[in-house]
């Protein structure tokens, strides 16, 4: 990407890191992607009451070309699939997905042909967030937890070990089903 | 009808449609219905219906009931719509072949239109002074698996603004392996996506459709979702310890 990309692993890096990490997550702008009912939660978070505009993210962009943030509020229809994949792919990079209320997390209370079993299936999310809808709170909740993801993201070889990591903890990781819960 | 305030609707009239009856249509009483007839019989309601089920739902028996065919005097406004409609269609033999039965129930009136007559009817609700049904709300579906011959309905409900909120509703019958009804968009024009929605729904193809496409399903969808066979298509839901199938195919609970 830039000159971080080549900077060694050390202390000048991370501190590039934290700094662009503060940068990027002072300005993150929505691309408009209501859907279905949590895209009036969505608007109740642009209210004064619940105030977006403190994080600067009160401009919600209907371009996706100008925007960093997709949060998938609502209810993914099969005819949609195609369109939401569209648009994910027009975001220029760094991009970041909110999977917001359980339609879009993992098809919610439609659990039938016509809807998607969850936006992971198209777009790679970064927070999912429950609910129906989430309250406004809980997705300012969302919210700052991306934006703690955002400031902690690494860069340069820093990126590339995370992200050798991350795959092998989940190549070993159990899977849901065999998992021990309650209902075992 | 003890009450004499033409403006409050009596109660035991209170969920038929059409705006509260005047003195004359409340004069009018309808001949009585006939005996209904079971189309099928609905064994449980969701699941497993065999023992072992404790919600009680599985060993519901309940018959599917249709209206029996009414008998003149229908009531209300509907002999005036019978009689009008059996001049504009010429007399009672076009109106006995055009019409294949006419049902009064809970207020509210049904004709059964064959489908090669449905042209001249609907044109002829809609251009008659006497009956003038300007608007219709759409076409719907209907599947019925076990009417072998008339298996898919499409329901056409007309309301007539200027005779003061008059509404019928008109019902075509098709069998499944001829799926052809006229379209009425020539007469209609706004039922141009509720054709198509009855055609993605249903698999019911209306000759004469200027673009008979898919509407609520993407383009290349195989079937039609809204047919009494075709599954539900839900997909099992994960959690720790356990994955719990789609409604559809849970087994009862003990």
Redesign the interface.
């Given at each position: 990407m830039g000159i971080e990309e080549k900077l060694p692993a050390g202390f000048l890096l991370t501190t590039v890191e934290q700094l662009a990490g503060y940068m990027r997550k002072s300005s993150v702008w929505p691309a408009t992607f209501g859907l279905a009912c949590c895209a009036i939660e969505m608007m109740a978070v642009g209210t004064p009451d619940y105030d977006i505009a403190r994080f600067g993210m009160e401009r919600f962009s209907a371009t996706p070309r100008q925007a960093d943030l997709m949060i998938v509020a609502g209810r993914v229809s099969q005819k949609m699939a195609p369109v939401v994949r569209q648009v994910y792919d027009q975001m220029p990079e760094p991009k970041w997905v909110i999977s917001m209320g359980v339609c879009a997390s993992s098809g919610g209370m439609f659990n039938n042909y016509a809807i998607v079993q969850g936006v992971d299936h198209i777009v790679p999310v970064d927070v999912y967030l429950p609910g129906c809808p989430p309250r406004p709170e809980m997705l300012l909740n969302a919210i700052i937890t991306l934006h703690e993801q955002i400031q902690n993201t690494p860069l340069g070889v820093n990126r590339v070990k995370a992200a050798r990591a991350a795959e092998e903890a989940a190549l070993n990781a159990t899977p849901t089903h065999a998992m021990k819960g309650l209902l075992a | 009808m003890s009450d004499n305030d033409n403006t409050k609707v009596p109660a035991d009239k209170a969920q038929e449609t059409g705006g509260a009856p005047t003195e004359a249509e409340r004069d009018n009483l309808p001949a009585a219905p006939g005996t209904p007839e079971v189309v099928s019989v609905r064994h449980g309601m969701f699941g497993a219906s065999d023992s072992g089920d404790t919600s009680g739902y599985g060993g519901l028996v309940a018959p599917v009931l249709f209206p029996a065919p009414a008998q003149r005097p229908y009531g209300r406004y509907f002999d005036e719509v019978a009689d009008h409609l059996e001049r504009a269609l010429e007399g009672a033999e076009g109106f006995g072949r055009a019409i294949e039965k006419v049902i009064v129930d809970r207020g509210e009136l049904t004709l059964f239109v064959r489908r090669e007559d449905l042209l001249t009817v609907a044109r002829a609700l809609r251009d008659d002074p006497a009956l003038r049904f300007e608007m219709c709300t759409g076409v719907s579906g209907v599947h019925y698996p076990h009417e072998t011959g008339r298996e898919l309905h499409a329901v056409y409900h007309l309301l007539s603004i200027t005779h003061g909120g008059r509404r019928v509703r008109v019902e075509v019958t098709c069998p499944d392996d001829d799926r052809h009804i006229p379209s009425i968009v020539g007469i209609y024009p706004a039922n141009d996506w509720h054709e198509r929605e009855t055609w993605d729904m249903f698999g019911i193809e209306f000759d004469g459709h200027p673009a008979l496409t898919r509407i609520?399903?993407?383009d290349d969808?195989p079937g039609h979702?809204q047919r009494k066979d075709?599954?539900?298509?839900?997909?099992p839901?994960?959690?720790?310890?356990?994955?719990i199938p789609?409604?559809d195919q849970r087994r009862s609970y003990n």
């Open positions: - | 609520l399903m993407p969808w979702p075709y599954p539900l298509g839900g997909i839901v994960e959690y720790k310890g356990a994955t789609p409604p």
